[in-house]
Structure formats: C-alpha cells, structure tokens
C-alpha cells in the first residue's frame, strides 16, 4: 500500500495568513493527489482534484502543487471558515489512502 | 442536487454484524463507483471499500477485508456495506462518497455518515 505523510501534523496560524500543508508519498502517485476539508460534524469537503484543480465552488485562496511523491496545499489568505482538518488522498492506486490529517488551528 | 445518506449505524457487541445502507439520489447512480470510509474519534479518515459503477469489481482495506463486504442496488440508487465479526477497533464514523469518475477518481460526494460503536 502507498502511504501518505503529511506535515506539519498540526500547525497554529492567523486570519490573512499564508499557510502552506505538504503531504509526501511512499511511492510515485504521479498526479493522483487529492485534498479535502473536514470539519467536525460535518460530512469532508473535497477542495483540489488532480494535484492543482480547483473544485467547483471552491475558493480561489486554496491551491495545489507537486507531482511523483511530493506535493503540497496552500491557502493564501486565511479566512475565519479554514480552520479545519486538511486531508491528503492518494487515488494513483487501490487502496486509496489518506494522509494522518493536518489541524489548522486558530493562533 | 447531489445527496447521499447513510443509515444503519448504532451500538453493537464484539463478534456480532450490521448492515450500513447509503441512498443516493440526484444523480444517475449507476453511473459512478462508490467508496466507504470511516474515521474513528480522534482520528483521520481511513478508506475502507470501493465498488466500481457496474459491481464487477470490489476492494477493501486490508483491516476490514473477509469481513466487510460492499455491495450496490443500482435500481434502488442504493450502497451497502455488510460488517460482520465487527471488532472495537471498528468503532467510527462512516461516511459513503462518491467517486468523481474521470482518471483521478477523487471523492467529490459525502454523506453526513453514520456512527457504529462496538462494545
């Protein structure tokens, strides 16, 4: 199985701030890199597709890059509704696996 | 608009089965493989299980594998996911997704999921 590992596993940041969340692979998943919000309660939320394609309704302040084992999620400016769990997925191979999880938290 | 809502979750012994069903409506069901995961509390989300659009093909996580089995109704618009020998460490939220279709096949669809607890 591919495993996914993201870093940093938790990080504290600003309303406005640039945040940067990288997630590495154990093997090449070419550009099969997906990432989600997940809020407590509430059902994930899929935000980039294909390594750098921004879903539909997404805001333009989240964006994706990388390729082969490493790629990353920036949001540009945070907003007060990011605070969240940003996960990583890897959809190159079955299993599909998720990275453990990044909590942005409010500093 | 695109809903997906399981049911069938709830409270259940060590060894013992349930049956989780997720109904699907807005969309043309039969046309997308579905998938199941789960996150238990405190933890990330886990990928437990994929079924391709037409049932031909089906894959589980290695911690559910001979005893989870997923299955689809494509004319009731409706996924299963049969537990059974359930274990504590099964305790979480499942959530049924959609996949997206395409070559990338991410999981543009969520439920609300549905808690099993096993103790």
């Known amino acids: 199985d591919i495993q996914m590992t993201q870093s940093p596993s938790s990080l504290s940041a600003s309303v406005g701030d640039r945040v940067t969340i990288t997630c590495r692979a154990s093997?090449?998943?070419?550009?099969?890199l997906n990432w989600y919000q997940h809020k407590p309660g509430k059902a994930p939320n899929l935000l980039i597709y294909?390594?750098?394609s921004l879903q539909s309704e997404v805001p333009s302040r989240f964006s994706g890059s990388g390729s082969g084992t490493d790629f990353t999620l920036t949001i540009s400016s945070l907003q007060p509704e990011d605070f969240a769990t940003y996960y990583c997925?890897?959809?190159?191979?079955?299993?599909?696996?998720f990275g453990q999880g990044t909590d942005l938290e409010v500093k | 608009e695109v809903q997906l809502v399981e049911s069938g979750g709830g409270l259940v012994k060590p060894g013992g089965s349930l049956r989780l069903s997720c109904a699907a409506s807005?969309?043309?069901?039969?046309?997308?493989?579905m998938n199941w995961v789960r996150q238990a509390a405190g933890k990330g989300l886990e990928w437990v299980s994929y079924?391709?659009?037409?049932?031909?093909?089906?894959y589980y996580a290695d911690s559910v594998a001979g005893r989870f089995t997923i299955s689809r109704d494509n004319a009731r618009n409706s996924l299963d996911l049969q537990m059974d020998r359930l274990r504590a460490e099964d305790t979480a939220v499942y959530y049924c997704?959609?996949?997206?279709?395409?070559?990338?096949?991410?999981?543009?669809?969520w439920g609300q999921g549905t808690l099993v607890t096993v103790s």
């Open positions: 294909a390594t750098s």
């Open positions: 079924i391709d659009s037409s049932t031909s093909h089906t």
């Open positions: 997704a959609r996949d997206g279709g395409g070559s990338y096949s991410p999981n543009d669809y």
């Open positions: 807005g969309f043309t069901f039969s046309n997308y493989a």
């Open positions: 997925q890897q959809t190159y191979i079955l299993p599909y696996t």
């Open positions: 093997q090449s998943v070419s550009t099969y």
